[in-house]
């Protein structure tokens, strides 16, 4: 480990472009560290204003340095033996009385692999409790389940984010780069010169209009139709003979499956659901086809939906059906969002996996990283339940009454944020780590002050499977501890079974080891082998098995399936119910709700809400709106408004924009309390990934102003979903 108070090369604190920065501490100067960007491939020396305000946080107003315990006057300072015998006394009751699934255990996205890892550990050995998962289920578990059951590997972008700037053609759905990952521009200058960049988005972001003035095409369905574009482009794919029938041989299987299940998808009746015209389908579509080099690329905006699953599944199809994925110049990929999703994912956070991206169910995989811990394979316990059925079961007969959080606040982020708030109430402990006081935090009942990413050691691994370094370049200030050294103490003062090293490079080998031989597998890996390439400029992408130079680019022979093929599987829009209800013409007030990102904000704000010049950007929750819709609804810019869903009220700012559909409303989810957005979503997920709907919430807006203008009456209507008379589909769903 490095000497505290050194220039350290490592990376930004935020998305999972993980932009390469150098700090340089600042002993006396106004922030803890200097940072500069650093030539790196991902961000190429640029920052976005998150990187560059992001030493802001080392010493943001209400760092937390000493651990607190709540009494009857609430929060208050402690000593760690005193936060740590409440804790451990806490647990062991509750597991005494109820057993060990009665404590549960929410991890996070930006937590390192080495933390990661071992929380999973700490939650299976030695809480013993299958209750474990993570706030990446409300991120990436769509794409991760499509990319399994297609692919047979869950990796992000299979190709580094590099291969981007040859492109000519990107299909972009559900994603506003522009404002999320702001560096990754560069990487699509080559597709917008010709004129080939096509963003898929309700909403005229900041990334669609980046294909003006004949640098690509807009695609503006309405909301939650993603699916059904889909499908329409592929059923264009193939009826123009588009398709690469040798490639579909050779590689897949699959197919005829998926072309019965397009057939009834003509561009006409495509353009009745979604809005988007015949003739912009069609141009589409050829394009992809076409171009000299297309990749299609997906986020969370056609991710996060209850058939999210399906509708990535849905994109790979295409991608299949076009020849991309494993073909030099052209592919598939999904951008993570959270700094460390991908790794996050793959060691042991989510519910049902263990190190390596294993399955726990499986009695060999349970069995080799029992082997690595010293314990026998029977004492692990089964797989768990994924987020949303974990907050749910808070304080509900025979769920849980301890939750241990780390590295989330889902208070904000979790959906129907009014029942996560009552279910945190309703436990008998709830501990939160964290380096400022969350609004989960300040509902704890332990809160454990942890360090950030300037005084740590430890190991991401980025949108595109590359496993980089996070270097210490400060101390943390005195009373902050890693949760390394947390989760092993408990551990200890647990009476736990195997070894709990702190050390951030030795808990990298073992997870090193757990993984050998998984999809995942790190084993070629250590902290100093990724020091000397970082040095010499060379990357390490997972699988890196031991003898290896690791795999820049998966699928170039094979897939990941025992048979070596992609697997093209059918879907269709499911939830017919919900989409006739979309379809009705929507009464005055009633719109579409969907949530997203703003660029000056992170996730839950919990961060970024703190740093002076992000929150004077952006210090309200603003909700887009059409002008002639909020003509309709007697709203001015400006105005504040009222959102009202099935699950509760938000408040917010109206901000008026004829790049929003005038059946729709966009609101950020990075602000808490009466602002939150997830005050409105509601908990219904994705069977598959159990993914939340966070992308299509029908609201009501009105105007909070007591001298606000009558709104006019009558439907407030795009061309949109709407039934189809005949519809093959939903004839079959409902017989």
Known sequence: MPVPNTVAQTHCPYCALQCAMTLTPTPGGPTPVVVEGRAFPTNRGGLCKKGWTSAELLDAPGRLTTPLVRDDGGLRPATWDEALDRLVAGITAIRREDGPDAVGVFGGGGLTNEKAYLLGKFARVALGTSRIDYNGRFCMSSAAAAGNRAFGVDRGLPFPVTDLDDADTILLLGSNVAATMPPLLSHLAGARAAGGLIVVDPRRSQTAELTAEGAGLHVQPAPGTDLVVLLGLTHLVIAEGLADDAYLEERTTGFDAVRRSVASWWPERVQEHTGVPVGLLREVARRIARGRGTYILTGRGVEQHVDGTDTATAAINLALVLGLPGRPGSGYGTLTGQGNGQGGREHGQKCDQLPGYRKIADPEHRAAIAAVWGVDPDSLPGPGVPAVELLQLMGAEGGIRALLVHGANVVVSGPDAGAIRAGLAALDLLVVCDFVLSETAALADIVLPVTQWA??????????????????????????????DVLAELARRLGAPSAWPTEPAVVFDELARASAGGVADYSGLSHSLL???????????????????????????????????????????AHAERIQDEARPLAPGNLTLIT??????????????????????QPRAQAELHPATAARLGIADGDEVVLRSARGTAEAVARLTEGIRMDTVFLPFHFPETQSANLLTGAVVDPISAMPEFKRTTVTVTAARRD?????????RETGPVPVPGDPTREEEAA
Do not use: C
Request: proline share 11%; net charge neutral.
């Open 455 to 484: 005084e740590e050691e430890g190991t991401m691994t980025n949108l595109e499977g590359r496993v980089i370094r996070r270097r210490r370049a400060i101390a943390p200030p005195p009373g902050v501890r890693s949760e390394l």
């Open 596 to 617: 997203g990102r703003l660029l000056e904000h992170y996730q839950s704000g919990a961060q970024t809400r703190r740093v002076p010049e992000l929150a004077s950007a």
């Open 708 to 716: 606000a203008r009558p709104p006019v009456l009558g439907p407030v």
């Open 531 to 573: 020091d000397e390439q970082d040095e010499a400029g060379i990357a390490a992408h997972w699988p890196y098995p031991e003898g290896s130079a690791g795999t820049p680019r998966l699928f170039l022979t094979r897939f990941g399936h025992d048979d070596g093929r992609g697997r093209l599987v059918a879907v269709k829009p």
